[in-house]
């Protein structure tokens, strides 16, 4: 490949250098910030060797070459503009100027939640294999003779517990536990590995229980103020001495709740495990009177005065204004959603599933990780996220029709793109197949919006649910209920079969009809 070749192709293509303000590169992209998108001419730069699509979002233009290309590419392209070296972040900040609100409301979540999301992935999957080994019948389902022999097994016992007979005592003991122990869970079943079930639901729980420290640092960092202080929040926010939020409307209840009494105000001794809204909320407050009081407060006492005042204010107002306010509305927001899924059922699954893919290409789908997390925090009361599976059903349906279009189309420079695209569609990773593809053979994109809709409603009507976050995808079935697997198990396939046979039947005679009428 020539590689000056392409990059200057690509310069005159976005319209000239006086139209390019930035650039940098991912894995697989070139991410450049326009000062005219009109300017850019599409179909030029769909036929650069080595370009394997193209999309505009969050104010900047991405060309996808594949990881190995880009970054050859993106070396060249930056000698002739002369830009030097630039970073993503730098060029999402370029690119801010060129949203609205609400995409930068959206980048905003995107950037608080995406470096946490490997521990609550890595929190969320353990969780998942906890719940496998302890699911009662999920390896083992208990057959009804089975049922019958422990039933008789148990009247045996009953009836000679107190006879004072200590072999038959004994004896119906021994066989109350052989009938009790085929068919259960993995641990009722080995017992000695019950100590390793719980040390891996310990693990689990940790993200979960601690996310205020994670979403403290990540969102005061993402403020502009000090991360650790963030934490420092987030700490406060969980620590041991308040009464456990998880259980907030039993002990409130049971008139257990202890409270400060603090400038005459009656605060709540009370945490928020597991809360999204207060942490971020009280984080741009800490964040906003850090960034104030160094204006003002001299160099000498800035790192006494500081963050003393920022972190004591902002912890007052967690206390007493934002944390009850934004508890109130994390769970109006869960129990929200969770009641129009349960109430539409099907046909809210399907609506969903069909807008999905259409969502993502907005990048509103970043604002479900905040959805997803509070969903998960109070599991007891959702049951899990039915985000997630939908999700999973509209990235099958992407990878489904993308390699529905490689067998449509005898093209080795499709094939070769499509392939690898669907496939890591498949897994979890759609932007290649939908941008690279299934946009461009729109046919493609139709059929993958109808199968994950039909597959959306079929789990909608069993209640499919995500007890974690994971990839979604094939091997998102991790992060599934246990008895809700063979459900999500049989939507996968819906939503593959759909989506490959509507992308294979359609492409291939729109792409004859195209052929007739040339």
Not at 398 to 415: E, H, S
Not at 426 to 435: D, N, S
Request: hydrophobic share 50%.
């Amino acid at each position: 490949m020539n590689f000056p070749n392409i990059a200057k192709e690509i310069i005159e293509k976005l319209g000239g250098k006086e139209n390019i303000v930035t650039a940098a590169h991912c894995a697989t992209r070139l991410r450049i910030v326009l000062n005219d998108e009109s300017k850019v001419d599409k179909e030029g730069i769909d036929n650069i060797e080595g370009v394997k699509g193209q999309f505009s979002v969050a104010g900047q233009y991405q060309i996808i070459f594949g990881s190995g290309t880009v970054n050859k590419v993106h070396t060249e392209l930056t000698k002739l503009l002369g830009i030097g070296d630039v970073s993503k972040a730098e060029v999402a900040e370029a690119a801010s100027s060129n949203q609205n609100l609400l995409q930068r409301l959206v980048k905003g979540l995107a950037d608080i939640f995406v470096p946490i999301i490997p521990a609550i992935v890595a929190g969320g999957l353990l969780m998942g294999i906890y719940s496998m080994l302890t699911a009662q019948g999920f390896f083992w389902e208990v057959p009804n003779e089975l049922r019958v022999a422990l039933a008789a097994a148990q009247e045996a016992f009953n009836s000679v517990k107190d006879s004072g007979n200590a072999i038959a005592i004994a004896d119906a003991q021994k066989v109350l536990a052989d009938a009790a122990i085929t068919g259960y869970s993995v641990v009722d079943r080995y017992p000695n590995i019950s100590d390793l079930a719980s040390f891996i639901n310990t693990i689990s729980n940790a993200p979960f229980v601690f996310l205020p420290v994670l979403l403290g640092f990540s969102a005061t960092r993402k403020f502009g103020g000090n991360p650790f202080l963030g934490a420092a929040l987030g700490m406060l926010l969980v620590h041991p001495a308040l009464a456990d939020g998880w259980n907030y409307a039993l002990t409130l209840a049971k008139g257990e709740i202890k409270y400060w009494n603090v400038f005459g105000l009656e605060i709540e001794q009370v945490g928020y495990q597991g809360t999204v809204i207060p942490t971020i909320i009280s984080s741009w407050v800490l964040a906003t009177l850090e960034k104030t009081f160094r204006k003002f407060v001299p160099s000498y006492l800035d790192n006494l005065v500081t963050p003393l005042c920022s972190l004591f204010i902002a912890g007052f107002l967690a206390f007493t204004v934002i944390g009850p306010f934004g508890r109130e509305a994390g769970s109006l927001i869960s129990a929200g959603l969770t009641w129009l899924y349960d109430t539409l059922g099907f046909v809210g699954g399907a609506i969903f599933g069909t807008l999905y893919a259409p969502i993502v290409i907005t990048g509103m789908h970043q604002t479900f990780i905040a959805v997803e997390t509070q969903l998960l925090t109070e599991m007891a009361n959702t049951g899990g996220t039915f985000i997630f599976p939908i999700a999973a059903m509209s990235n099958i349906a992407q990878g489904a029709a993308c390699l529905g279009v490689a067998f449509a189309l005898k093209d080795p420079k499709v094939r070769g793109l499509a392939i690898p695209s669907g496939i890591s569609a498949l897994l979890g990773i759609t932007e290649p197949a939908m941008f690279g593809v299934n946009l461009r053979y729109r046919q493609a994109f139709l059929g993958a919006m109808i199968g994950s809709g039909l597959a959306s409603a079929f789990i909608a009507l069993f209640n499919v649910k995500a007890i974690a976050l994971g990839a979604a995808g094939f091997l998102g079935i991790p992060s599934i209920k246990p008895d809700s697997l063979a459900m999500y198990s049989i939507g996968m396939l819906i939503s593959f079969s759909v989506a490959f046979s509507i992308s294979l039947v359609m492409v291939k005679r729109a792409q004859s009809k195209a052929k007739n009428e040339a």
